[in-house]
């Protein structure tokens, strides 16, 4: 049997803090993003339902607004 300390896959702090910094790096480039596009999503969704109601761009602003809402909730809740 091959044994290995329990401590064999510990990682030094000067890797740990790596880690943490390419996390950092990928929540701060992926959250605008995040936030854009539920904005996009929202404003889309109610560009087509005005078009299919036949109204002029009220759903386009209240869908854009709860997607903004729903975006920045999203964006709070992933930060730590």
Known sequence: MDKQPNDAKQLS???????????????????????????????????????????RWIFTLILGGLGFAGGVREVIRRLP
Do not use: N
């Open 13 to 55: 702090p000067k890797q740990g803090k790596g880690g943490a910094y390419s996390r950092d790096s990928m929540l701060a480039l992926e959250l605008p993003f995040t936030l854009v596009g539920a904005v996009v999503l929202g404003g889309i969704l109610g560009y087509f339902l005005d078009h299919w109601l036949h109204t």
